[in-house]
């Protein structure tokens, strides 16, 4: 059998990540004239250009880009095979902050728990729950966030994930609201504004794909960044709010004020997961965060 390098499959990753043979040298640790070496050898290799030039930058050919996830998959289960077998973790001497992108509405319900759950145990331990702006992987793939909690389908292809709980959404309205009188209808429900929450400012969503087939159509009169905020609108207002079931809790600041009452129309399920870079999948300190946030948020929603 011919000898096979498996050092290329790593430069493979990187030169189709950065698309760069000086930014692919930099993380590789070799010259710009060895990574050009190592490009023309895999290019030989594998019998394709990969990467080709477009003005002054390389995109990769339609064949590299059916790699480019295999690729990232086999060279992160590679590295994994080859790196120490992970110990335990002695949490009181653990001396580690731990970056969790996740959006506001997780924050508020799961946060304190969480924070309680992982210091209790790991004293030294700090935690960063950083915001979400958007689905985007680069922040999971350059390391500087370790979890980032939301809808499974990462742009990534390599992230692994773990399902949290499913979710679904429902309406929400002030607890003295009308529209809580009578049973729910789409009628009734499209005859009142609306506020929904949209970080990229849409104002249609599935429930409005649902009510068109109905010949229907809703008033939205404002859109606001998070689902907080959509339930603090709807309890000052007779807006009615769009935020998923998990939101909708009887405790906190909430409490008798806003009501939850089933959509008339049907919409998809949420399945929220936590998601994390394959490069920890060997780290025994991130594994047991993993382990913290799944069990925290597993007890937290028994309890509602």
Request: charged letters at 25%.
């Given at each position: 059998?011919?000898?096979?390098?498996?050092?290329?499959?790593?430069?493979?990753?990187?030169?189709?990540?950065?698309?760069?043979?000086?930014?692919?040298?930099?993380?590789?640790?070799?010259?710009?004239?060895?990574?050009?070496?190592?490009?023309?050898?895999?290019?030989?290799?594998?019998?394709?250009?990969?990467?080709?030039?477009?003005?002054?930058?390389?995109?990769?050919?339609?064949?590299a880009e059916q790699l480019a996830?295999?690729?990232?998959?086999?060279?992160?289960?590679?590295?994994?095979?080859?790196?120490?077998?992970?110990?335990?973790?002695?949490?009181?001497?653990?001396?580690?902050?731990?970056?969790?992108?996740?959006?506001?509405?997780?924050?508020?319900?799961?946060?304190?728990?969480?924070?309680?759950?992982?210091?209790?145990?790991?004293?030294?331990?700090?935690?960063?729950?950083?915001?979400?702006?958007?689905?985007?992987?680069?922040?999971?793939?350059?390391?500087?966030?370790?979890?980032?909690?939301?809808?499974?389908?990462?742009?990534?292809?390599?992230?692994?994930?773990?399902?949290?709980?499913?979710?679904?959404?429902?309406?929400?309205?002030?607890?003295?609201?009308?529209?809580?009188?009578?049973?729910?209808?789409?009628?009734?429900?499209?005859?009142?504004?609306?506020?929904?929450?949209?970080?990229?400012?849409?104002?249609?969503?599935?429930?409005?794909?649902a009510l068109l087939e109905l010949?229907?159509?809703?008033?939205?009169?404002?859109?606001?960044?998070?689902?907080?905020?959509?339930?603090?609108?709807?309890?000052?207002?007779?807006?009615?709010?769009?935020?998923?079931?998990?939101?909708?809790v009887d405790r906190g600041a909430?409490?008798?004020?806003?009501?939850?009452?089933?959509?008339?129309?049907?919409?998809?399920?949420?399945?929220?997961?936590?998601?994390?870079?394959?490069?920890?999948?060997?780290?025994?300190?991130?594994?047991?965060?993993?382990?913290?946030?799944?069990?925290?948020?597993?007890?937290?929603?028994?309890?509602?």
């Amino acid at each position: 059998m011919k000898a096979i390098d498996l050092n290329l499959l790593v430069a493979l990753d990187v030169l189709l990540e950065e698309r760069s043979v000086t930014a692919a040298a930099k993380r590789l640790g070799l010259s710009p004239s060895a990574t050009s070496r190592t490009l023309s050898r895999l290019r030989s290799a594998i019998g394709d250009p990969l990467l080709v030039q477009a003005g002054r930058s390389l995109v990769p050919t339609p064949y590299a880009e059916q790699l480019a996830g295999r690729v990232r998959t086999l060279a992160q289960d590679a590295k994994a095979v080859l790196m120490p077998a992970p110990g335990d973790v002695e949490l009181d001497r653990l001396e580690r902050t731990f970056a969790i992108r996740a959006n506001e509405g997780f924050v508020a319900l799961f946060a304190p728990a969480i924070i309680a759950a992982v210091t209790d145990a790991a004293p030294r331990v700090r935690l960063h729950f950083a915001p979400k702006p958007d689905k985007d992987a680069a922040p999971l793939r350059a390391g500087t966030i370790d979890l980032e909690i939301g809808t499974a389908g990462a742009s990534a292809p390599e992230v692994r994930s773990h399902l949290l709980f499913r979710d679904r959404f429902v309406g929400a309205v002030r607890s003295e609201h009308p529209l809580l009188k009578e049973p729910v209808t789409p009628e009734r429900y499209i005859a009142y504004g609306h506020v929904v929450t949209s970080r990229r400012g849409a104002w249609r969503g599935p429930v409005d794909d649902a009510l068109l087939e109905l010949g229907l159509r809703r008033e939205i009169v404002a859109i606001v960044p998070s689902f907080p905020d959509a339930l603090n609108v709807a309890r000052h207002s007779d807006l009615v709010a769009l935020v998923p079931r998990s939101c909708v809790v009887d405790r906190g600041a909430l409490a008798g004020t806003v009501q939850g009452f089933d959509l008339p129309v049907p919409t998809p399920d949420l399945a929220i997961s936590a998601m994390w870079h394959p490069r920890f999948d060997a780290d025994a300190a991130h594994r047991w965060l993993r382990q913290q946030v799944m069990k925290t948020c597993r007890i937290e929603l028994q309890h509602r």
